[in-house]
């Protein structure tokens, strides 16, 4: 059992930046890929982010490339989502999970945080 618990959420008008942060407990999670997810008021989940076991590969959604950066440090058992020049699109709650896989698709992931909210204005 891995629990999940995001933070570092908030408003924030567009340009600017935010550091998501993801605080895992219960196992390693080095073990696992990582991922970002997020989900706007009346659309699917979708994916935003993966990362490998090691970090050492990433794998991103188009519309957050070369804006959006993921990281991990497996000895702090934390994985980031580093949002930069936010878009008012990027307005969602945004989820922490688990892989079973380093894959885009949400079957792959299988332990979910509760999500940390993000606003972002115009």
């Known amino acids: 059992q891995v629990q999940l618990v995001e933070s570092g959420g908030g408003l924030m008008q567009a340009g600017g930046s935010l550091r998501l942060s993801c605080a895992a407990s219960?196992?390693?999670?080095?073990?696992?890929?990582m991922g970002w997810f997020r989900q706007a008021p009346g659309k699917e989940r979708e994916f935003v982010a993966t990362?490998?076991?090691?970090?050492?590969?990433?794998l991103y959604v188009d519309s957050v490339k070369g804006r959006f950066t993921i990281s991990r440090d497996n000895a702090k058992n934390m994985v980031y989502l580093q949002m930069n020049s936010l878009k008012p699109e990027d307005t969602a709650v945004y989820y922490c999970?688990?892989?079973?896989?380093?894959?885009?698709?949400?079957?792959?992931?299988?332990?979910w945080g509760r999500g940390t909210q993000v606003t972002v204005s115009s």
């Open positions: 990362i490998n076991q090691s970090g050492s590969s990433t």
């Open positions: 219960g196992r390693t999670i080095s073990m696992y890929s």
């Open positions: 999970a688990v892989g079973y896989r380093w894959t885009m698709s949400r079957t792959g992931y299988g332990y």
